[in-house]
């Protein structure tokens, strides 16, 4: 785990963030606004906004900001762009090629420039110009093809690629695994935040509200059990807590049919300073659960 500190002069945001991060959406305006900070930081470059990963402070020279959350983004990734992953890969195969030899190439081309001097009438200089990569999209545009069943393979490629050529430098990564498969597993200097919504709660370790918190299933489940006033069972509640933030993400009534549904809603309402919408279907309450919660 790593802190994650951000702050924009008017409020500090602090966060215990791992290299793989999900984040459970209930508030998509929170994401953006989330996202935002780490652009204006690393895209405005505003000085107006500080973050901080652990020791080191997140600038535009030494971290690359990605965003692969949508189809827009990724597609717009493979074309041939200057700055695009697909452009980017396409830099790095000239660079790293065992069959372009710069000074045959240039010397190759000095003659044929030479052989248009002696056949002018006109007297003229010539500069060449001596980058490589220059030269070859001058005269060529590249298209990628692709299927896009395969997208994923195709990304992971080139970010690859893209992350060993900056090695120097963090990457932050916002992405969607429901839309792609992207492998970070054996990079180190990267941390992500997946935005899928396909996840089970468990698997998430942030949530966006009216801001980004922190979302430990664990810690809730214990929060629950130290104030519990029945018997506790943890599976049935862990699956009854799983309801109860699927329910909030679609904004609907939660539909009661057992005392223990109706204890976590309670509870958890209680935690949160929230007020569910209650929809009870013939539950049958103890009279000790009904002392809890007039008084709790």
């Known amino acids: 785990m790593m802190n994650l ?6 409020e500090e945001l602090f ?6 991060n999900a984040i459970f959406l209930l508030n998509k305006k929170s994401l953006f606004d989330f996202y935002y ?11 107006e906004v500080q973050i901080k990963i652990g020791e080191k402070f997140l600038d535009s020279k030494n971290t690359i900001l990605l965003s692969l959350c949508d189809y827009t983004e990724i597609l717009e990734s493979l074309s041939f762009k200057k700055g695009s992953l697909f452009y980017e890969y396409l830099v790095s195969i000239i660079n790293m090629s065992n069959y372009l030899d710069n000074d045959i190439l240039f010397s190759d081309l ?3 420039i030479k052989n248009l001097l002696e056949e002018s009438e006109v007297k003229f200089q010539y500069d060449i110009n001596e980058d490589l990569e ?3 999209f001058s005269f060529a545009e590249f298209s990628l093809k692709y299927n896009y069943r395969e997208l994923s393979n195709t990304l992971n490629v080139m970010l690859k690629s893209f992350m060993e050529k900056n090695v120097s430098k963090l990457f932050i990564v916002f992405y969607n695994s429901s839309l792609l498969e992207l492998n970070f597993k054996n990079v180190d200097n990267c941390y992500t935040f997946d935005v899928s919504e396909e996840k089970s709660l468990e698997q998430y370790n942030l949530i966006c509200e009216n801001n980004i918190k922190e979302l430990n299933l664990e810690n809730i489940i214990q929060r629950l059990e130290t104030v519990w006033p029945v018997e506790f069972d943890k599976k049935i ?7 109860y933030f699927m329910m909030k993400k679609v904004h609907l009534a939660y539909d009661i049919y057992s005392e223990n549904e109706l204890l ?10 929230e007020e569910s919408q ?19």
């Open 15 to 20: 966060l215990s963030i791992k290299k793989d």
């Open 5 to 10: 500190l951000i702050d924009n002069k008017k």
């Open 278 to 296: 209650i929809i009870s279907h013939n539950v049958i309450i103890r009279d000790n659960v009904k002392s809890f919660l007039e008084h709790f």
């Open 110 to 112: 000095s003659n044929v």
């Open 264 to 273: 976590v809603c309670k509870i958890l309402d209680k935690m949160r300073e």
């Open 237 to 243: 509640v862990m699956h009854d807590v799983s309801k």
């Open 134 to 136: 220059k030269m070859i």
């Open 37 to 47: 900070l780490f652009y204006e930081v690393l895209k405005n470059k505003t000085k």
